[in-house]
């Protein structure tokens, strides 16, 4: 069975700093692993995902995450934080056969002016 | 107008009453799902269907139901809503050719008293 875990339900940066939330998935075949935004009161937005190709993956607003085999993890990162990226993460795994999302509990993320 | 739309947005119901949510999609996709979201365990699958006649279980069935009207519509039923249905519903769509990516619809906040 698939599944990912995410570490840490909340985390705080201050504005302009680096932003580092964490997923660890567990996958007995190749993954294809994403990362959804959610702004309040909103429904999830893709923000990146890896499905075998690069394995550091670009998304939108400046965010990136990096696939590591050897590590299992799929975090997410982005240099430089801003107010608007103020919302929760989902990191969320499946795979071929079998293209039905599992999705991790999700981390809040608070930016400090 | 959205891609992936769901009705009532909100909704204040009481225990034993018969609630339907309601999806339709633009999009074309063959595969609709339907999510749960509670604070700290992240989306879990209610019903998922790969077309018009096929529905599956997801992880979480019991005291739910679903019907597929057509390839764009799915609705969610709650036959007798208990109170630990509360939640954020969510309505997705995903495109046979893709890898799992889901598209959401807003979401359907339901309080059952």
């Known amino acids: 069975a698939q599944s990912v875990t995410q570490l840490g339900s909340h985390v705080s940066v201050s504005e302009g700093a680096l932003v580092l939330l964490r997923c660890n998935y567990s996958?007995?075949?190749?993954?294809?692993l994403f990362w959804y935004v959610q702004y309040p009161n909103q429904g999830l937005q893709l923000l990146l995902k890896y499905t075998s190709a690069a394995t550091l993956v670009k998304g939108i607003n400046g965010f990136e995450a990096e696939f590591k085999k050897s590590e299992t993890s799929f975090h997410l990162t982005k240099p430089s934080a801003h107010m608007s990226d103020a919302a929760e993460y989902f990191c969320?795994?499946?795979?071929?056969?079998?293209?039905?999302?599992?999705f991790g509990t999700g981390t809040r993320l608070t930016i400090i002016p | 107008d959205a891609d992936v739309t769901q009705t009532p947005r909100n909704r204040i119901t009481k225990t034993g009453k018969r609630i339907m949510l309601e999806c339709s999609q633009t999009?074309?996709?063959?595969?609709m799902y339907w999510y749960r979201q509670d604070p700290g365990l992240g989306l879990r699958l209610i019903y998922y269907?790969?077309?018009?006649?096929?529905?599956n279980k997801g992880e979480i069935s019991d005291g739910y139901s679903v019907s597929r009207q057509a390839q764009a519509k799915f609705s969610l039923s709650l036959e007798s809503a208990i109170p630990n249905q509360t939640a954020l519903y969510f309505c997705?769509?995903?495109?046979?050719?893709?890898?799992?990516?889901?598209?959401f619809g807003e979401g359907s906040r339901l309080t059952v008293l």
């Open positions: 269907s790969f077309d018009v006649k096929d529905i």
């Open positions: 996958s007995s075949v190749p993954p294809y």
């Open positions: 969320a795994v499946s795979y071929f056969g079998n293209e039905k999302l599992t």
């Open positions: 997705a769509t995903s495109d046979i050719r893709n890898t799992g990516e889901l598209f």
């Open positions: 999009k074309g996709h063959d595969r």
